[in-house]
């Protein structure tokens, strides 16, 4: 098994930033891709950003393209969400979630979870 930790969230106000931290340990070597996904209230669960390990390969949401930056450190095995010039529609659970192939919008391939880290964002 691959078990990730998020961490990072909080409460900011609209036009600011934050830095979400993914960190997987465990079975890491079967994980090919790291997604973040959100979900809040009412809507569904949307990968908004993911990466491969390699780095080679990267996917953002229209929603957040040029605003928020997918990274990675393997060194530390932690994946970073940046997100700048955030909105109070950005207010969710952020969750990381490792996948063992490149599909990066398909939540059904994503094979472990974390346990999400709440954003929220003030207008």
């Known amino acids: 098994q691959v078990q990730l930790v998020e961490s990072g969230g909080g409460l900011v106000q609209a036009g600011g930033s934050l830095r979400l931290s993914c960190v997987a340990s465990?079975?890491?070597?079967?994980?090919?891709?790291i997604g973040w996904f959100r979900h809040a209230p009412g809507n569904e669960r949307e990968c908004v950003a993911a990466i491969t390990w390699s780095g080679g390969s990267t996917f953002y949401a229209d929603s957040v393209k040029g605003r928020f930056t997918i990274s990675r450190d393997n060194a530390k095995n932690t994946v970073y969400l940046q997100m700048n010039s955030l909105k109070a529609e950005d207010t969710a659970v952020y969750y990381c979630?490792?996948?063992?192939?490149?599909?990066?919008?398909?939540?059904?391939?994503?094979?472990?979870w974390g346990q999400g880290t709440q954003v929220a964002v003030s207008s």
């Open positions: 465990g079975r890491t070597f079967s994980s090919y891709a």
């Open positions: 979630a490792s996948a063992s192939s490149w599909s990066p919008g398909r939540r059904r391939d994503y094979d472990y």
